[in-house]
């Protein structure tokens, strides 16, 4: 039923060669990536076996830590050690946007495979440059790849399954959201997710990213055109403790008081755009981080001539199938419990009905760019299907910023108040 790898105990076979990677970050995607390392040569038979070498941050004490805590045998404070290191094979790029380009750029011109977070990077030209340098390594055989990972939930591969065997007919309605209310809270700090220099974007770019690729993905269909907006809710934060230099704009109170110094937020909190695709579908996308309730909302509803599908990430274990084409009476949404052997990646976990979680993307991620260097074949998303991603992000911001598309609707006279008591 898919075309996705499939898992197998690992253990059998040859002893596998060793790949020795260099991790940088160790925040929220470092822990995420660390599980994934460390798990993947335990659940699924690979040629060859991640070998957690060296983690990288700037905090010598924190990074010593992380070490200890996410199981990696040195840690370093300069990615560029990692990079000049013989004795490491992957860089792993866990950062924030705005070092992306650097680190990778370095690392695959010292030979280093890369696998790097999402998105890509901060601009279109970074990532230009980035897939400039991974046609040159791959030459040589150096692979790199980005990491969307929520292609590699099995029931986004099943999704893509059903669309590649016709089983939806024609394609004509994408609806993508990502809906998120971590920053509701106006004294949430200025993190660097919410200054333009650092991450390049805000909900755009960060959560928006995942539902341009995943929806490219599923449908195989490429964006061509968008119109969008953006707004920005909250537009000054609390500067966090361990704010480096972060200009203040304002203390609180405004009026000079001793309470926290507050810094401007310098990214959009909700983007929203409507696009077309290049298989003839239309499409709407919301990313946004004021969704209240929502917490990692991420919903994907593909509509077609024979029937549609629909993905939650907050039920990540489950496809909602509509079978258009069955008897009228019995038509209704099904809803499949992706947990079968014969489901992606299923077979390597538990029995059927044992869910999984978030973090197996993770591994299922690197899982996937392992096999593919191993086989000398080129793992996707690969830099250009990211920089096609970061095209898109810029439309985006384009249009918003222009506001291009944008018609005004004459207001309508109100009608007097009633005078009826
Ligand atoms: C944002 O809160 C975020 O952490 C994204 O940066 C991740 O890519 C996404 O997987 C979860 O949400």
Redesign the pocket.
């Known amino acids: 039923m898919s075309t996705a790898p499939m898992g197998g105990m690992a253990g059998s076979g040859p002893a596998p060669r060793e790949l020795r990677v260099g991790m940088v970050g160790y925040a ?2 470092g822990a995420a990536h660390s599980q994934a390392w460390r798990t993947v040569n335990r659940f699924f038979d690979l040629p060859v076996r991640a070998r957690m070498a060296a983690i990288c941050g700037r905090n010598a004490a924190n990074v010593a830590a992380a070490a200890q805590r996410l199981g990696w045998e040195s840690h370093a404070t300069d990615w560029r050690e990692l990079v000049a290191r013989d004795d490491i094979d992957v860089i792993d790029i866990c950062t924030p946007g705005d070092s992306h380009a650097e680190i990778a750029t370095a690392a695959l011109a010292a030979g280093k495979h890369v696998l790097c ?2 998105p890509l990077a901060n601009t279109v030209g970074e990532a230009r440059a980035m897939v400039d340098a991974a046609a040159t390594a791959r030459a040589a055989g150096v692979r790199s790849m980005c990491g969307f ?2 292609r590699r939930v099995p029931a986004v591969a099943l999704m893509r399954d059903f669309v590649a065997s016709g089983r939806l007919g024609v394609i004509r309605h994408v609806r993508a959201v990502y809906l ?1 209310d ?1 920053i509701v809270d106006p004294q949430f700090p200025l993190v660097w ?1 919410l200054q333009k220099d650092r991450a390049g974007s805000g909900a755009l770019g ?2 928006g990213a ?1 539902i341009i690729d995943l929806t490219q993905y599923v449908t195989g269909q490429r964006i061509t055109g968008v119109s969008g907006i953006a707004e920005t809710f909250v537009t000054e934060r609390p500067l966090p403790v361990s704010s480096r230099g972060l200009a203040a704009t304002t203390t609180a109170g405004g009026n000079g008081g001793d309470g926290p110094a507050y810094g401007p937020v310098t990214v959009d909190d909700a983007a929203l755009f409507v696009a077309r695709l290049d298989g003839g579908a239309v499409a709407t996308y919301e990313a946004t ?1 004021f969704a209240t309730g929502h917490k ?1 909302g991420m919903r994907v509803e593909l509509n077609g001539s024979k029937g549609s599908v629909a993905f939650d990430l907050e039920r990540l274990n489950e496809l909602e199938y509509y079978d258009a084409t069955g008897p009228g009476a019995e038509q209704g949404f099904t809803r499949i419990l992706v947990t079968e052997s014969e489901h992606p990646y299923m077979s390597a976990w538990w029995p059927p009905g044992h869910v999984i979680g ?1 973090e197996h993307s993770f591994t299922h991620e690197v899982r996937d760019f392992l096999a593919a260097i191993a086989s000398g074949q080129d793992p996707e998303p690969s830099f250009a299907d990211a920089l096609q991603v970061q095209l898109v992000l810029d439309a985006v911001a384009r249009s918003a910023a222009t506001g291009a598309s944008w018609t005004p609707v004459e207001a309508a006279p109100v009608a007097p108040a009633s005078t009826v008591g």
Do not use: L, P, S, T
Request: proline fraction near 0%; charged fraction near 35%; charge should be positive.
């Open positions: 929220f995607m977070e999402k990972n929520y998120q971590w997710r960060d959560i995942h981080r990692n978030y």
